[in-house]
């Protein structure tokens, strides 16, 4: 693997967790949304071949964020209904 594909992972990967800060830290979805297509567009603007796998670790990450950050004791100033395993099933519930 070459040095710029894995600098962009990292990138990915603080990209995801920026999110998520961002979504401790908001009301609304607008804001953690913008900073994932973001990051993603760019990352997959400057290294197409794993654009994929860009998406797959900002969501990763996220989700993660929400499944462990209460073991830390750090709570979302507005915490959501569901569960952090919802986000993963989210495009196939029914309408």
């Known amino acids: ?10 990138s990915a990967i603080a990209g ?3 999110a998520a800060y961002v ?11 913008l900073v994932i297509l973001v990051t993603t567009f760019l990352l997959g603007a400057a290294y197409p071949r794993l654009a994929w796998l860009y998406a797959l670790l900002v ?9 462990i950050a209460p073991t830390f004791g750090i709570q979302p100033l ?12 989210a495009p196939f519930q029914p309408r």
Do not use: K, Q
């Open 78 to 89: 507005y915490p959501s209904s569901s569960s952090p395993f919802s986000l993963l099933f």
């Open 16 to 18: 995801g967790l920026f």
């Open 23 to 33: 979504d401790f830290h908001n009301n609304e979805v607008r804001a953690p949304m």
């Open 59 to 67: 969501a990763l990450c996220l989700t993660a964020a929400h499944l």
């Open 1 to 10: 693997m070459s040095a710029i594909a894995i600098i962009s992972l990292t």
